[in-house]
């Protein structure tokens, strides 16, 4: 997407306390956060426990679940710049439920939530469908069969197009882990796909579970016995196919409960979870390539130093699942390492110190592109902290901690959730009012290094507007908005992040600034960077009319000088001959020629954007490169899509291309 993010797992050790030597973070990051107004989600009256949240990628929405009473709750809310709007409490038919996990697809626009029925019960699961600030929400289902009930611990994964989910769970009665798959129409999944063990015998505990872009593979991890365990699926419609096992922690030590990331493609993942070594706890991590339902781990790395014991190890991915970064708390020092993935191997990059005491069970984020992350933790057990960081490579720079909560109160551990952009988190936690745990959220809006504008061509203008323009500087991200003169400019267009195209909008004659705005609020402006003209054209002198004299000699006619017309100011053209080909396992490769027609100036990339599996327009982000042709991954077997592409030169882009197709395989 794909634009998926990963959620964070977290796990719970004893700590001990020794010296530490690590990479401390220079707390100038070139990013940092702005939080707002603490909200109130739950009622007072009765307890509020186990809050979950989750932001859809494209950063619109977000649903937060809860466990009140036995019964679970849930509030959906619209995002718009950093504010949440939330929308009305849902109260679930459940009295004595345990604690709920929930998922939410790209747009925002469907959701699934899972949980224990409580003692002797089952696994259920709602859907539903999402406008605005409110969910339809579908009839209560059963996942986990007519076996005798009296399961335990369920996760759930959602499909980027809300139209597949897979949960799993742990079966007491077996000691196993289990699992199941639903298609899901509109605000119901049936949940008719049959359920399947996933683990072998032997005291199964704490699964998770992750799932590709289009639903079509899956990962979960898990603990069973003393060690840690994975497998993975390839799903089909409700009907899910699991392979063996793997162990992914060494034997001998004992293994606690794991994380794991999956990419959108369902070719990469990283998994992580504490292993004591007889003296202490230690962090430690895999990487694997998985096809079908083969995964291919590779070396594992140790995260944290030995000396002291490591807790609430938590692992967040890129989209394309080769940069990840993990975090944990150490003697109430929270550490972070960033790494780079490349096939089954992970790099990993210096220890680094986000807050240096009193920090616990931390949870963390990243970006789609693994320019951004975000962590969560509890500090000193009195209020919820929050750093932002910029990641690029193996070194994440880490802003000065945010306090997010009110102070006091027993705060619990947090969660939070980042949108693909990196620009918009959400947070979640409960908290004490003296009388009952509330349900509570925050939101934040992640700014970057602010853009700096240097020129804009032509640099003047009319007064009515209309002209074409490029703007040049550094720092410009996708959605950026041009103003001058405190007007916005119509049709901006980000061809790269050191121009950005337009049109002018009317103006009073004068001098004005030029100002580029990023989503994520920061800017940039030029003093002066473009004047306005009253538009009247240049006066010339009154010459008097030749006199001429008549003669018998034949006169030559005047010659007139050519004038040279200014230069058109054009975009290119559609591109040629956009085709669908090469068809593979999951996926298919798109192709173009340049546009005959290329405007003004030589063409210097392209964009490329698919829809979700059998939607017309329904789009995911586009994606720049200079090449003419892609491989698109993840394609579900039988699925329509359309593939748009649009060529752009220094002006900015042109038309969209589209073109329809079948996967094959």
Not at 125 to 149: F, K
Not at 181 to 188: M, Q
Not at 610 to 620: G, I, V
Request: contains cysteine; positive net charge.
């Amino acid at each position: 997407m794909g634009l998926r993010r990963p959620l964070a797992l977290s796990v719970v050790f004893a700590l001990t306390a020794s010296l530490l030597l690590l990479a401390p973070s220079s707390g100038g990051a070139d990013v940092s956060s702005s939080w707002g107004s603490v909200t109130d989600l739950s009622s007072t009256g009765v307890d509020a426990t186990d809050p979950q949240i989750e932001i859809s990628a494209d950063g619109s929405r977000a649903i937060a679940v809860w466990l009140r009473g036995g019964v679970i709750q849930a509030r959906v809310a619209t995002m718009s710049g950093g504010t949440a709007t939330w929308g009305p409490l849902e109260d679930f038919a459940a009295s004595t439920a345990e604690p709920p996990a929930v998922a939410l697809d790209t747009d925002g626009t469907h959701a699934t939530v899972v949980w224990d029925g409580g003692a002797g019960d089952f696994i259920r699961a709602r859907s539903a469908t999402v406008s605005g600030n409110s969910a339809t929400w579908g009839i209560t289902r059963t996942v986990s069969g007519v076996l005798p009930p009296g399961f335990t611990d369920p996760d759930v994964a959602l499909s980027a197009a809300g139209d597949r989910a897979t949960a799993v769970w742990v079966d007491p009665g077996t000691t196993r882990i289990r699992s199941a798959s639903s298609t899901i129409s509109g605000n119901d999944a049936s949940w008719e796909g049959g359920v399947t063990n996933i683990s072998p015998a032997g005291s199964a505990s704490r699964p998770v579970i992750r799932v590709s872009d289009d639903g079509a593979a899956a990962i979960a991890a898990w603990r069973r016995d003393s060690v840690v365990e994975s497998a993975v699926a390839t799903v089909a419609g409700a009907a899910a196919t699991w392979g063996t096992a793997t162990t992914l922690s060494a034997p001998g030590g004992s293994a606690e409960r794991a994380g794991t990331t999956l990419s959108d493609d369902g070719v990469t993942a990283t998994a992580t979870w504490l292993r004591s070594n007889g003296s202490h706890i230690i962090a430690q991590s895999r990487s694997a390539t998985i096809s079908g339902i083969a995964a291919d781990w590779g070396p594992m790395t140790e995260l944290s130093a030995p000396g002291q014991d490591a807790a609430n190890v938590t692992v967040a991915a890129a989209s394309a699942g080769d940069r990840v970064i993990a975090t944990w708390d150490r003697n109430g020092v929270l550490q972070s390492r960033v790494g780079t993935v490349n096939g089954n191997t992970g790099t990993w990059g210096s220890i680094t110190a986000v807050v240096g005491s009193g920090a616990a069970v931390p949870q963390v984020q990243m970006s789609a592109s693994g320019g951004r992350s975000v962590v969560i933790w509890r500090q000193s057990d009195t209020v919820i902290q929050t750093a932002a960081a910029e990641v690029s490579g193996t070194t994440g720079t880490w802003q000065t901690p945010v306090t997010v909560s009110a102070t006091g109160g027993a705060p619990s551990p947090p969660g939070v959730s980042l949108s693909a952009d990196g620009i918009t988190a959400v947070a979640t936690w409960t908290r004490s009012d003296g009388t009952s745990r509330i349900a509570q959220s925050n939101t934040g809006i992640l700014v970057g290094t602010a853009p700096s504008v240097t020129a804009v061509s032509p640099a003047s203008g009319g007064t009515s507007g209309g002209t074409p323009v490029t703007v040049t500087g550094t720092g410009f991200l996708s959605g950026a908005t041009v103003s001058l003169g405190g007007s916005a400019c119509t049709s901006p267009t980000v061809v790269s992040t050191t121009s950005i195209t337009c049109s002018t909008p009317a103006h009073a004659a004068g001098a004005v600034a030029v100002t580029v705005t990023n989503p994520d609020t920061a800017s940039g402006s030029l003093a002066g960077g473009y004047t306005y003209t009253d538009g009247s054209s240049p006066t010339s002198s009154p010459t008097a009319a030749p006199t001429t004299t008549p003669t018998t000699t034949p006169t030559t006619a005047p010659t007139t000088q050519p004038t040279t017309p200014p230069p058109l100011i054009s975009k290119p053209g559609v591109v040629n001959r956009l085709k669908a080909s090469n068809f593979r396992k999951r996926k298919v490769q798109i192709s173009w020629r340049p546009p005959s027609a290329t405007g003004s100036s030589p063409i210097v990339k392209y964009r490329i954007r698919w829809t979700k599996p059998n939607r017309k327009t329904n789009y995911r982000s586009w994606h720049e490169q200079t090449s003419t042709k892609r491989t698109l991954k993840g394609m579900r077997k039988r699925a329509k899509y359309n593939v748009q592409v649009q060529a752009a030169n220094a002006v900015g882009y042109g038309s969209w291309m589209t073109v329809g197709f079948r996967q094959k395989k």
